[in-house]
């Protein structure tokens, strides 16, 4: 009911920006809450940031918080991660994903709609 596509990864170096783009698509009730996920190398796929659909409100990782930023535009349908001063741990495959609950949460198994990500690399 909710499709997701992601685009604007790439390769970067220490200290750069980069912001992901993700469109969205579908049933507006599956989708009230919107968020971004990462999968480091070798790691376990972990929370980033998500933002309520309507009402804006946001929620960071703490490690993140400060220097990336979630925001989205309910005209275009489309989600967006701004990322600044990266580090080469921010390497990974970073997801967009979406849940009908409207309660944030950090939890990548409470989203139940998910697009094939996008990849980040940041050379040290």
């Known amino acids: 009911q909710v499709q997701l596509v992601e685009s604007g990864g790439g390769l970067v170096q220490t200290g750069g920006s980069l912001t992901l783009s993700c469109a969205i698509s579908?049933?507006?009730?599956?989708?009230?809450?919107v968020g971004w996920l990462r999968q480091p190398p070798g790691k376990e796929r972990e929370f980033v940031a998500a933002?309520?659909?309507?009402?804006?409100?946001?929620l960071y990782e703490d490690s993140m918080k400060g220097r990336f930023t979630i925001s989205r535009d309910t005209a275009k349908n489309t989600l967006y991660l701004q990322m600044n001063t990266l580090k080469p741990e921010d390497t990974a495959i970073y997801y967009c994903?979406?849940?009908?609950?409207?309660?944030?949460?950090?939890?990548?198994?409470?989203?139940?709609?998910w697009g094939s990500g996008t990849q980040v690399t940041v050379s040290s």
């Open positions: 579908g049933d507006i009730d599956y989708r009230n809450t």
């Open positions: 994903a979406a849940r009908g609950g409207v309660v944030l949460t950090r939890i990548p198994k409470n989203y139940n709609y």
């Open positions: 933002i309520n659909w309507k009402a804006g409100r946001t």
